[in-house]
């Protein structure tokens, strides 16, 4: 596609053929007030917010539907569009209830944000408001309030256009016009929560988020979505070393602008159920320093005094855990057999988003060359069994029998809580992906790296760091002192991820995909 | 740079020895006073005879309530966001009454920490929090008692003088919250 030089308010820019002039203005840093207009959904027109002045021709016209032309002039802030969205906004909030101070949107509502650009005019309004129904319970995970509607169809248009489940409509004419669902049905589909994500007001809200926390406290941090083997790409707002809730991050090659509600949710996994402390097979912690540094060298001993070790990965961990995870158990440990792999059993795969490997990282697992089948690495037995990942031996009863069982000793590195092995095992408390920075692979073999977002708890670490920790423990000259240096050591010995892991910039929007592996063409939309 | 000039003493303030007997008088004077006259004695017998507060003091906070009697304040957290002393504390929920959706069901002021800016009630959108109870004299040998709790915010008396009727509560009735009529 070729590019185009246009004129907005008399600076020149150049873009693109194809994008609108809403899209062309931000290049510029010019916003464009919009409700109805989003990236992911296309155009619409119905909210007139967007209207600006171009040269030659006699009306104002909607700059959503306005595409990009060699030589068009356009101008966003003369008086005529400024008295027009002054309108505009007047028009909208008639009958709006200023909930502000109850509305989950408030901070990040476009109505608050317009009206202080260009508001502060009185209200010429004295008949009483137009009420409509509030807190209605729209699905499992959404509650529209009608009243704060805007009318502008984004979530209509995603309900029709990208989850084909069509459950809402807006009816009536005029100030009656409102949002609804058909009747008997309810907004239930796999991906209802990107409704209350792209919703420009607090219309629709989520049950989960809701008057858990002011948006306005939250931090944000750049990640990557655990719930499944497409790695969407998601914003993590956390407050107090707490998330509170994902926001899918736009990446055309992975995700779009969506992500599926299961995947949304899963912040949960941050805050609950997580392993802070070293606990010893007798089930005693370990959580003060010296004693903490003692029992790293009790564990030393035992891995030492091994005849047979057996080494368990799990594809939920970051290729740079997988990697010094491997050359832990091949160095230190010299364990016989080595797989990465699942007992996890399949998840729900569609077209959109959802994958049924519900592994965040079984790519990389792969290009490690570590992915395998574990149930005869298992049934093997042998004298020691290391386990990197909660998440491996939570699914099978009999299994998890058979472990305790054929091994004299388990050495198990999580990030959560492990059933059946409160005592019996030691438990060495490792961060989860939202606590340091990493990578991971995704099933098209895209390599993305994400941020750190909260603070470690307790006396969780990164799993390489633990593992250096022992290294030293046992009197070895082994691991790496930061990130960096691992990255150079995993790069040296698989060239392919050097452009991924080291060349990528730090915000690495899109993710870098691996050469070698068959990569499939970018994600469907 | 701005000098200040600094005043010249006189020969004799520098011998201190007459200053010292002109300070001596007057303390000597009011002893002498005090013995002779003494219901001119300006004391005030605190706390026992509380001074009369002026009425736009900004003293311990109170919650309102609407009319039917429940707490006015939505948990918006905007005095929690607004507080300089970070001393307000408030966990919101659904309100299950399905007039107004939310209400708090934490709200703490560590008074011990407050530096009673009134920052909470300008920033109030609701008219919810008021620091009208005319009470400043907060004691306790505990520090816990320090922290105010939603109940005990609740019931703090106000002084009558500051009722506004700008913000009466007035009830509408809504249209059901089902679907598909
Ligand atoms: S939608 Fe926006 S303007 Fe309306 S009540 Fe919510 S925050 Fe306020
Ligand atoms: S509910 Fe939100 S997204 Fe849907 S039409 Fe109303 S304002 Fe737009
Ligand atoms: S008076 Fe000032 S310091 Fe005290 S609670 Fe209110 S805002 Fe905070
Ligand atoms: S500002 Fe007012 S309504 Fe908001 S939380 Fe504080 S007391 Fe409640
Ligand atoms: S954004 Fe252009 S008309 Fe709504």
């Known amino acids: 596609m070729g590019s185009v030089t246009i004129e907005i308010d008399g600076r020149q820019v150049t873009v693109e053929e194809g994008l609108n002039v809403i899209q062309a203005a931000q290049f510029l840093d010019i916003q464009i007030p919009h409700f109805c207009y989003h990236e992911g959904l296309g155009?619409?027109?119905?909210?007139?917010?967007?209207?600006?002045?171009?040269?030659?021709?006699?009306?104002?016209?909607?700059?959503?539907?306005?595409?990009?032309?060699?030589?068009?002039?356009?101008?966003t802030r003369t008086p005529q569009v400024m008295e027009h969205r002054r309108l505009v906004l007047e028009c909208l909030f008639l009958n709006h209830p200023i909930d502000c101070s109850i509305c989950d949107q408030s901070g990040e509502c476009y109505l608050q944000d317009y009206y202080l650009d260009?508001?502060?005019?009185?209200?010429?309004?004295?008949?009483?408001?137009?009420?409509?129904?509030?807190?209605?319970?729209a699905g499992p995970h959404v509650i529209l309030d009608a009243e704060r509607c805007v009318l502008c169809a984004r979530c209509v248009r995603f309900c029709d256009n990208i989850t084909k489940t069509g459950e809402l409509r807006i009816v009536n004419r005029g100030d009656r016009s409102e949002i609804t669902l058909f009747p008997g049905k309810k907004l239930d589909n796999p991906y209802s929560l990107n409704t209350v994500q792209i919703c420009p007001v607090g219309a629709l809200t989520s049950k989960d988020f809701r008057f858990s926390w002011r948006v306005w406290f939250l931090k944000s941090a750049h990640s990557i979505c655990t719930g499944c083997s497409r790695g969407c790409n998601i914003i993590i707002d956390h407050a107090d070393?707490?998330?509170?809730?994902?926001?899918?991050?736009?990446?055309?090659?992975?995700?779009?602008?969506?992500?599926?509600?299961?995947?949304?949710?899963?912040?949960?996994?941050?805050?609950?159920?997580?392993?802070?402390?070293?606990?010893?097979?007798?089930?005693?912690?370990?959580?003060?320093?010296?004693?903490?540094?003692?029992?790293?060298?009790?564990?030393?001993?035992?891995?030492?005094?091994?005849?047979?070790?057996?080494a368990l990965m799990s594809p939920d961990l970051s290729n740079e855990d997988l990697y010094a995870a491997s050359r832990f158990a091949k160095e230190i440990a010299g364990s016989q057999r080595m797989?990465?792999?699942?007992?996890?059993?399949?998840?729900?795969?569609?077209?959109?988003?959802?994958?049924?490997?519900?592994?965040?990282?079984?790519?990389?697992?792969?290009?490690?060359?570590?992915?395998?089948?574990?149930?005869?690495?298992?049934?093997?037995?042998?004298?020691?069994?290391?386990?990197?990942?909660?998440?491996?031996?939570q699914y099978d009863n009999a299994l998890l029998k058979k472990i305790r069982s054929s091994f004299k000793s388990i050495i198990i590195f999580a990030s959560h809580e492990m059933k059946g092995f409160e005592t019996g095992a030691w438990l060495i408390p490792i961060a989860c992906h939202a606590e340091m920075d990493g990578s991971f692979t995704n099933f098209e073999g895209r390599v993305q790296k994400f941020d750190a977002a909260i603070r470690r708890?307790?006396?969780?670490?990164?799993?390489?760091?633990?593992l250096g920790k022992i290294g030293r423990a046992m009197q070895r000259e082994w691991g790496w002192s930061d990130l960096a240096g691992l990255r150079r050591d995993l790069t040296d010995e698989f060239p392919q991820w050097k452009e991924a892991l080291i060349e990528a910039t730090p915000s690495n929007k899109t993710g870098v995909p691996l050469k070698m592996t068959g990569t499939k063409e970018a994600g469907e939309e | 740079?701005?000098?200040?000039?600094?005043?010249?003493?006189?020969?004799?303030?520098?011998?201190?020895?007459?200053?010292?007997?002109?300070?001596?008088?007057?303390?000597?004077?009011?002893?002498?006073?005090?013995?002779?006259?003494?219901?001119?004695?300006?004391?005030?017998?605190?706390?026992?005879?509380?001074?009369?507060?002026?009425?736009?003091?900004?003293?311990?906070?109170?919650?309102?309530?609407?009319?039917?009697?429940?707490?006015k304040c939505t948990a918006c957290y905007c005095c929690q966001t607004v507080c300089p002393a970070y001393c307000i504390h408030i966990v919101a929920e659904e309100s299950p009454d399905g007039f107004v959706?939310?209400?708090?069901?934490?709200?703490?002021?560590?008074?011990?920490?407050?530096?009673?800016?009134?920052?909470?009630?300008?920033?109030?959108?609701?008219?919810?929090?008021?620091?009208?109870?005319?009470?400043?004299?907060?004691?306790?040998?505990?520090?816990?008692?320090?922290?105010?709790?939603?109940?005990?915010?609740?019931?703090?008396?106000?002084?009558?003088?500051?009722?506004?009727?700008?913000?009466?509560?007035?009830?509408?009735?809504?249209?059901?919250?089902?679907?598909?009529?």
């Open chain 1, 43 to 75: 155009v619409d027109g119905n909210c007139r917010m967007c209207l600006v002045e171009v040269e030659g021709m006699p009306k104002l016209q909607p700059a959503c539907n306005l595409f990009v032309k060699e030589g068009l002039k356009v101008r």
């Open chain 1, 118 to 137: 260009h508001g502060n005019y009185r209200s010429r309004y004295d008949l009483p408001k137009r009420l409509k129904r509030k807190r209605v319970d």
């Open chain 1, 241 to 310: 070393n707490h998330a509170y809730r994902y926001q899918a991050r736009c990446n055309p090659q992975v995700n779009g602008y969506w992500l599926c509600d299961d995947g949304r949710l899963s912040y949960k996994m941050i805050n609950d159920h997580r392993l802070h402390v070293l606990t010893e097979p007798s089930g005693n912690s370990r959580d003060t320093f010296p004693r903490f540094e003692e029992a790293l060298s009790g564990i030393g001993r035992q891995i030492e005094g091994a005849s047979s070790v057996t």
């Open chain 1, 339 to 393: 797989a990465a792999g699942s007992l996890k059993p399949d998840g729900v795969e569609d077209e959109l988003l959802r994958k049924a490997d519900a592994h965040p990282n079984t790519s990389g697992c792969k290009t490690l060359n570590l992915w395998g089948d574990l149930k005869p690495a298992i049934d093997a037995g042998g004298d020691l069994l290391l386990v990197f990942g909660s998440d491996l031996l």
């Open chain 1, 457 to 466: 708890r307790g006396d969780t670490l990164p799993l390489w760091r633990i």
């Open chain 2, 1 to 71: 740079m701005i000098k200040v000039p600094t005043p010249k003493m006189r020969w004799w303030e520098k011998i201190y020895l007459f200053e010292i007997v002109r300070g001596l008088c007057v303390t000597m004077g009011h002893l002498i006073r005090n013995i002779f006259v003494q219901k001119n004695i300006y004391t005030h017998q605190w706390p026992e005879e509380p001074k009369p507060l002026f009425p736009r003091l900004k003293a311990r906070h109170r919650l309102t309530r609407r009319d039917d009697g429940t707490p």
């Open chain 2, 101 to 181: 959706e939310k209400r708090p069901k934490q709200f703490e002021i560590d008074i011990l920490r407050c530096v009673f800016c009134g920052y909470c009630v300008e920033a109030c959108p609701e008219d919810a929090i008021r620091m009208d109870t005319g009470d400043a004299v907060i004691v306790s040998n505990h520090r816990e008692d320090f922290i105010l709790d939603l109940k005990f915010l609740l019931n703090g008396k106000g002084t009558e003088w500051r009722r506004s009727r700008r913000f009466e509560d007035h009830t509408i009735a809504r249209p059901p919250a089902t679907f598909g009529e």
